[in-house]
């Protein structure tokens, strides 16, 4: 199996970044079309957990857009073969005093690459 491959490496990159703007831009369908539409996909948030792509869509509706200034470091992509990679990310916001982590696990479908799970949590700065 080949490890971390630049190909595969950037395709991930860029779906991840895509999904990042979604967020970013608080569109939950946009952000729910980076996901597997499956009744096992995983979500861990930081205070709450979704199983399920529509429990996922309808926690994502309901949510407020995220704090201004969302900066990301220390993302790391690591791909398996041409069809399965962990994206790792730490994050914050201006003046925040938290440290968020992220990780999602990626699967290339037909469809084209989807999150399959996602944890995100936060430890205090």
């Not at 967020?23 to 996901?35: A, G, K, Q, R, T």
């Not at 201006?94 to 990780?103: D, I, M, P």
Request: proline share 7%.
């Amino acid at each position: 199996m080949d490890l971390d491959r630049p190909e595969v490496v950037a395709e991930v990159a860029a779906v991840f970044a895509a999904y990042e703007k979604a967020l970013l831009v608080n569109d939950p369908d946009e952000i729910m079309s980076f996901f597997h539409d499956s009744p096992g996909t995983v979500r861990f948030g930081i205070a709450d957990r979704q199983t399920g792509w529509a429990r996922q869509h309808a926690w994502r509706a309901a949510q407020p857009p995220l704090p201004p200034g969302r900066t990301l470091h220390d993302t790391l992509i690591s791909t398996f073969g041409d069809g399965f990679a962990v994206v790792t990310t730490c994050f914050g916001y201006a003046g925040g005093e938290v440290t968020g982590r992220q990780s999602q696990t990626w699967v290339r479908l037909p469809e084209g690459w989807r999150i399959v799970h996602a944890h995100v949590s936060q430890l205090p700065s």
